[in-house]
């Protein structure tokens, strides 16, 4: 682990985990399973507890280059028609000083039309 850089190996091995109840047969999930464990010995302790949850609707962790620590909500929306995919939406709740941070990142701001 880098200096100054947070381990979300524990993050990490949940999200891995989420989409392989669906489709534990990928080659590709399972080549980044063996990757991480082989890694992070915290990695292979959190995925042998099969430690899943719904992610939904609630507030993640992002940093950006330019304003640093966000903290977005988050939700995933079905795509109707397509075999489980998904689109995972983050959005600043509004007056939150994630939303003013992303509003700086804005290369449109002043330009929208209303």
Sequence with gaps: MRRGVPD???RCGRAAARPAGADT?????????????????RF???????????????TTRLRHPRVGEL?????KLAVTGSDG????????EPGTPS???????????GDIVG
């Design 25 to 41: 047969d990928d080659p590709r999930l399972t080549q980044l399973i063996g990757e991480l464990s082989l890694k992070s010995e």
């Design 85 to 92: 995919l998904l689109l995972v939406v983050h959005h600043a």
């Design 44 to 58: 292979r302790r959190l995925w042998a507890r099969h430690d899943v949850r719904r992610w939904e609707g609630v």
């Design 8 to 10: 979300d190996s524990g």
């Design 71 to 75: 903290h977005p909500r988050r939700e």
């Design 99 to 109: 939303a003013t941070a992303l509003a700086v990142t804005n290369p449109y701001q």
